[in-house]
């Protein structure tokens, strides 16, 4: 994988909606990433979980993705889980208070 | 090293790769990362604003201090005159509600660099970054 690549898995399972994260989130990367949120954004799923075990890096371009994707799953009153995040990008969540509005485990 | 880029749009990941070429550079994934990010947010910044539509120069410059240990990146650029310093840290304790969408770039250059200043000198704008590596 180039050091640009990304790539977003969705899954719907029953009630729950399963994300994978592969690459990073970057000036190159963001607008598809952004473009594959869309999905959950404008979406009415209740329940996701997004897997960042494979995340390598996020920008602040991505961090305000994640933000609109919160903001969105609260409105409706859904549940949003980050989980598996490395060292590295959870400060980057930390940093920015991220870590306080969005649940990550 | 140093590189003046011209024009800049498109550019940002060539700028980024260029400074991060640096042999200065200590091989620690973490320190990378922290030097990475805080790159591409003050290129951004520059590449995004400083010019109507990217057409306009950015020099990038990096070096090391033996004696202080200190890695400075520098970006001159001689679009608006603007100091992305003076704009109010966002306000980490909002709710997710409350929480605005931007000001988080210069916001992530503070935290992970040591120092950045801004001044404006013969035209330009000078960002400086510090690290102790």
């Known amino acids: 994988m180039n050091s640009s690549d990304m790539e977003v898995t969705i899954n719907n399972n029953g009630d729950k909606t399963n994300v994978t994260i592969d690459g990073r989130i970057d000036n190159v990367t963001v607008e598809a990433f952004q473009q594959s949120m869309n999905t959950l954004i404008e979406g009415n799923q209740q329940d996701i979980e997004i897997d960042c075990s494979a995340l390598s890096y996020t920008s602040s371009q991505g961090l305000r993705i994640f933000l609109i994707l919160q903001k969105s799953v609260t409105k409706r009153g859904g549940k949003l889980v980050l989980s598996n995040m490395n060292a590295q990008v959870k400060e980057v969540f930390d940093i920015t208070g991220f870590s306080n509005i969005i649940k990550i485990v | ?133």
């Open chain 2, 1 to 133: 090293m140093k590189k003046r880029f011209n024009p800049i749009k498109d550019k940002t990941s060539e700028i980024i790769e260029y400074l991060m070429s640096s042999p200065d550079i200590p091989d620690d994934e973490a320190l990378q990362f922290k030097l990475r990010l805080s790159i591409e947010e003050a290129v951004e910044n520059v590449v995004r604003y400083a010019y109507d539509g990217g057409i306009g120069w950015l020099e990038a410059d990096i070096h090391f201090d033996e004696d202080s240990l200190l890695l400075t990146i520098e970006l001159r650029d001689a679009g608006v005159p603007f100091n992305p310093l003076e704009r109010e840290d966002p306000d980490v304790n909002l709710s997710v509600e409350d929480r605005d969408i931007g000001g988080l770039g210069i916001f992530l250059c503070k935290n992970l660099m040591d120092s950045i200043e801004y001044h404006y000198e013969n035209g330009n704008n000078v960002l400086t970054m510090t690290k102790k590596v």
